[in-house]
């Protein structure tokens, strides 16, 4: 399941960072949670720190809070993350590239579980089931995430506890350009929300491979 990904892709500079949401554009909640969900960047530290609740983000509807910024083409994503406080095992924050803000969207992303399990989700098109793959996890900790994107196929990078990012998963979903490409965070209840710390964020466009010579 191993892959050498990105083999002839030429990096593009990483975005600049603006003081109030740092390397994205907006933030808000998708889905409409009961309990407003917030994102707050500090500049000094470089952290995000991401309030969110809604009921969940899969099967056919999602709620959750987004920081996120459009791109187009190829790209990776790469952030550190901790959970706040005690909560639902199966509260869930991440990466995700998602087509639109609607609730039913296409997406893909990499998510860690309040209990520690992390998660490659996607959603092929717009009103269908999520799909999910759920490797083998030891409990929770602090998490660095990579979510590369390479045409239709999206690659899913975890390490725990300072370890060294490794490919675990990857599956294939198609969008249209350009797409919205960021941070979420869902308590996975109605009624409650999580805070997640995310650090070392960062958004970088990958230019396409180089033509092979004839």
């Known amino acids: 399941m191993r892959h050498l990904i990105l083999i002839g892709l030429l990096s593009a500079p990483v975005f600049p960072q603006s003081e109030t949401l740092g390397i994205f554009t907006s933030s808000g909640?998708?889905?409409?949670p009961?309990?407003?969900g917030s994102t707050a960047f500090d500049a000094a530290t470089g952290q995000y720190r991401m309030t969110g609740a809604g009921a969940n983000i899969w099967g056919k509807q999602d709620q959750f809070q987004y920081a996120w910024r459009e791109i187009t083409g190829n790209f990776t994503v790469t952030a550190t993350m901790r959970f706040l406080?005690?909560?639902?095992?199966?509260?869930k924050a991440g990466?995700?590239?998602r087509?639109?803000?609607d609730t039913d969207a296409t997406y893909a992303d990499v998510l860690i579980h309040?209990?520690?399990?992390?998660?490659?989700q996607w959603r092929s098109k717009s009103g269908d089931e999520t799909n999910t793959f759920d490797p083998p996890f030891d409990g929770p900790g602090t998490f660095k995430i990579k979510l590369v994107r390479t045409g239709v196929k999206m690659y899913m990078f975890i390490g725990k506890d300072r370890a060294e990012l490794k490919?675990?998963?990857?599956?294939?979903?198609?969008?249209?350009?350009?797409?919205?490409?960021?941070?979420?965070?869902?308590?996975?209840?109605?009624?409650?929300?999580?805070?997640?710390?995310?650090?070392?964020?960062s958004v970088e466009a990958q230019a396409p491979p180089m033509p092979k010579k004839q």
């Open 29 to 32: 909640d998708v889905g409409g």
């Open 34 to 36: 009961a309990i407003k």
């Open 85 to 91: 406080g005690q909560g639902n095992e199966h509260r």
């Open 95 to 97: 990466i995700m590239v």
């Open 99 to 101: 087509q639109t803000l």
């Open 114 to 120: 309040g209990n520690g399990m992390p998660g490659l």
């Open 167 to 201: 490919e675990i998963a990857h599956t294939e979903v198609s969008f249209q350009y350009p797409v919205l490409v960021g941070l979420v965070v869902c308590s996975h209840r109605a009624d409650a929300a999580d805070t997640v710390i995310f650090s070392d964020v």
